[in-house]
C-alpha cells in the first residue's frame, strides 16, 4: 500500500528557509517520478516541483518557485526533500507529495508552511 507522509512544514519569516520532507513506502521508490504540490486558502492545488526516476535525474519547477526551491531525494531512505528557500507570504500553503502509480494517484496528508512576520 501506498503511503506518502509529510513533515517539516510551520511558521517561518518572509525571507527564511524551510525543508520539507515525505517519507515514502509500499512501492519501489526509486523508480518513480515524485511531484510536490502545494494548495493555497481558496486556490486550486498546484504543481510547484518534479523529480525524475531516470539515471540521470532531471528536477523541474514552477516558475513561481524556480531560483528559490530545490527538489531532492534520497532513494536509500525513500524520502522527497524540497528545501525552500527566500521564502514570500505568497509561499503560504498546504505542502504535498504527490505519486502516481498504476494509473492511480497518491497524496500525502500534507504539511502547513506558514510564511509571516
Known amino acids: 500500500q501506498v503511503q506518502l507522509v509529510e513533515s517539516g512544514g510551520g511558521l517561518v519569516q518572509p525571507g527564511g528557509s524551510l525543508k520539507l520532507s515525505c517519507a515514502a513506502s509500499?512501492?519501489?521508490?526509486?523508480?518513480?517520478?515524485v511531484k510536490w504540490y502545494r494548495q493555497a486558502p481558496g486556490k486550486e492545488r498546484e504543481w510547484i516541483a518534479s523529480i525524475s526516476n531516470v539515471s540521470s535525474i532531471q528536477m523541474y519547477y514552477a516558475d513561481s518557485v524556480k531560483g528559490r526551491f530545490t527538489i531532492s531525494k534520497d532513494n536509500a531512505k525513500s524520502t522527497l526533500y524540497l528545501q525552500m528557500s527566500n521564502l514570500k507570504p505568497e509561499d503560504t500553503a498546504v505542502y504535498y507529495c504527490y505519486v502516481i502509480r498504476g494509473g492511480d494517484d497518491y497524496w500525502g496528508q500534507g504539511t502547513q508552511v506558514t510564511v509571516s512576520t
Open positions: 509500499g512501492f519501489p521508490f526509486s523508480l518513480y517520478t
